[in-house]
């Protein structure tokens, strides 16, 4: 985006310091890196750097409001409600499409957010490994609001671990290491220290939940979350049946309450009015169908990674839909072809990572990651056979 970074860029890029660049960042975990690493980062200027930062603002400004927690109570079906949720969400994260808008100027378009972690601890390392193995100017960046590596780990730690033992700390998820997300998983545990435990293998007490380490049968007193409550779901009957405990009282905290997942989501999206976020509507508050139909998208409310998502709108696929309480629709966001490669252009997708101290009122940016495609969509699914796609890591201006 910046095009005389990106022009030079590729002109000192070789295959070699990319495999270079790949042995190392998989040198820690080998085979543990389960998706496309793109080939290059994203460089993004300050003007563009205050147009998503100011759109974030703007829908923190939204989930502060004194009301947020009411008006979204229709956010969370009620059979994946946990009990003991706070007032905030210790992290969330804000996904922006690269775009450009009817003049050609480029902007930012928000495309999904959600208050759920992401790949916070895998970032850090592929942020070191790119500046190892490439030239990044000293005034870009990829922290933000003035955080570096050591004082962005030290408050993933404080947030993570708060005023706990590590070890009655855990990593929670659905067969971990089964994840296209692993990665993630072993870094948090390399730079933050706490144990990866897999729903299977807990054990309840009462109210208490303990885990087996060496046979040594240890409490959990806070669970870093990463279950999505929609893919517990789509589990056999057994674990189904295993993850019924979370949704009882116990005697844990969340990191974050997976009430959140639910509550800052695209569930959110209608309350939003901002440039940069696109025209949302619940599809049950529709009151006629679009005549412009071709210019939006059909979302379910409840699905993951893009699961269920009609690009192509029909008035047909309206109509037919029953539980339309459980949908949007959306303008469509169309992505700008904005980064040059050796062969064909490629689209750009930012998240800003944001994290919320307990006691603050609002939660700062931090940190981000980049993903790059050339497809329909951004996704794995989508850039089969390209190459410059995948996972990085965007600069921004200081």
């Given amino acids: 985006m910046v095009s005389s970074l990106r022009i030079q860029f590729n002109q000192l890029f070789t295959t070699e310091k990319y495999r270079s660049f790949l042995a190392d960042i998989n040198r820690p975990h080998p085979g543990a890196i389960a998706f496309p690493v793109a080939e290059t980062p994203v460089f993004i200027d300050k003007i563009f750097k205050e147009k998503i930062l100011s759109a974030c603002e703007s829908i923190v400004d939204v989930i502060t409001q004194t009301n947020f927690i009411s008006i979204t109570k229709k956010a969370i079906p009620e059979e994946v409600f946990v ?80 005023d706990q033992e590590k070890e009655n700390v855990i990593l929670l998820e659905l067969f971990p290491h089964q994840q296209k997300t692993r990665i993630d998983f072993y870094c948090t545990e390399d730079y933050i220290g706490i144990n990866i435990v ?22 959990v007193k806070r669970i870093y979350n990463r279950i999505i409550f929609d893919e517990l779901q789509h589990q056999p009957a057994e674990v189904q049946e295993k993850g019924k405990l979370l949704f009882g009282e116990l005697n844990v905290e969340w990191v974050p309450h997976p009430n959140w997942f639910y509550r800052i989501s695209k569930y959110t999206l209608p309350l939003i009015n901002n440039p940069f976020v696109p025209e949302t509507r619940y599809l049950d508050e529709l009151n006629e ?22 690009i192509d709108v029909t008035p047909e696929d309206i109509e037919k839909i ?51 495609s050339k497809g329909k969509m951004i996704g794995v699914r989508y850039n089969a056979d390209k190459t410059w796609v995948g996972g990085s890591v965007a600069y921004f201006e200081k």
């Fill in 289 to 310: 169908i679009p005549a412009d139909l071709e210019y939006y998208v059909l979302k379910p409310l409840f699905s993951f990674a893009g699961q269920g998502v009609i």
């Fill in 83 to 162: 009990p003991g949720e706070p007032a905030f969400s210790h992290f969330i994260a804000f996904d922006f499409g690269i775009c450009k808008n009817e003049d050609g100027t480029l902007e930012p378009q928000l495309i999904e957010m959600q208050g759920f972690p992401t790949m916070f601890a895998y970032q850090v390392l592929h942020d070191e490994m790119l500046r190892k193995h490439f030239t990044i100017p000293d005034n870009y960046d990829a922290y933000l609001n003035g955080y570096t590596r050591d004082s962005y780990l030290k408050l993933l730690q404080e947030l993570i671990v708060a």
């Fill in 198 to 219: 897999c729903l299977t293998d807990l054990i309840q007490e009462g109210k208490n939940l303990y885990y087996l380490k060496k046979d040594r049968k240890i409490q």
């Fill in 322 to 372: 029953e539980d339309k309480q459980n949908w949007i629709l959306q303008k469509k966001v169309v992505y700008a072809d904005v980064i040059a490669t050796p062969d064909i252009p490629a689209k750009a997708e930012i998240r800003i990572f944001y994290f919320w101290e307990k006691g603050k009122p609002r939660p700062v940016a931090v940190f981000n990651l980049a993903r790059l």
